[in-house]
């Protein structure tokens, strides 16, 4: 049983294994990304039940550019089906959806549906649902720099006056775009432990979690042993 006391107010997911899933099961790449989207579903609706605040997942990296056309418009199009299938259950649910990275280089139709659901959800009070779409933390990083030369080139402040917080408010989980806080908690599935390059500033003091199941097997019941084995953490912040 999970200690209501000890949710984690943000928990982030780097959503890995739906390619080697796909591999496992003889399928189409696509489908592994169909399945990874059915497996969101249902992680969506364990954190909104349990009283998680934020969920963040890692959807389309700034380096996913690479693959093959045939997979990036897959996942583009699988954006489209979900908001069709998903947005009035997200919307009953009391779920916000925001967007964190450049979504406007997404296909026209993504763009639109991204757009419905950001509408139809701003004024919800439950879940925060942050999808990291065209996403890298360097470029984030980088913009947020881009940003505050901009107000130091004006004379909004000065070089000495930067400080953590001041670039954090810059990223875009800061305050002046989203205010979301730094997550609590980071899984990544399919066994593998590196970051790749996802919410580097804002992960200096979450726990880790690295299950091996890949991510379209990863079940609320698989959900629920990591949020058990985080409330067993002492969690000191860089103190003693």
Known sequence: MLDERNIPKHVAIIMDGNGRWAQKNNTTRLAGHNAGMRAMKEIVKSSSAWGVEHLTV???????????????????????????????????????????GDYSKLPKESVERLEKALGTTKNNTGLQFNIALNYGSRDEITKAVRLISEKVKNGEFTPEQIT??????????????????????????SGER???????????????????????????????????????????????
Request: hydrophobic share 40%; charged share 25%.
């Open 58 to 100: 890692y959807a389309f990296s700034t380096e996913n550019w690479k693959r093959s056309v045939e997979e990036v418009s897959g996942i583009f199009k699988l954006i489209v089906i979900y908001v069709d299938k998903e947005l009035k259950e997200l919307h009953k649910n009391n779920v916000k959806v925001n967007i964190l």
């Open 164 to 189: 953590e917080e001041m670039i954090g408010q810059h990223l875009y989980t800061g305050g002046l775009f989203h205010n979301i806080p730094d997550p609590d908690l980071i899984i990544r599935t």
């Open 194 to 240: 590196r970051l790749s390059n996802y919410l580097l500033w804002q992960s200096a003091y979450s726990e880790f979690a690295f299950p091996d199941v890949l991510w379209p097997d990863f079940s609320p019941a698989e959900y629920m042993k990591i949020m058990e084995e985080y409330q067993s953490r002492d969690r000191r912040f860089g103190g003693r």
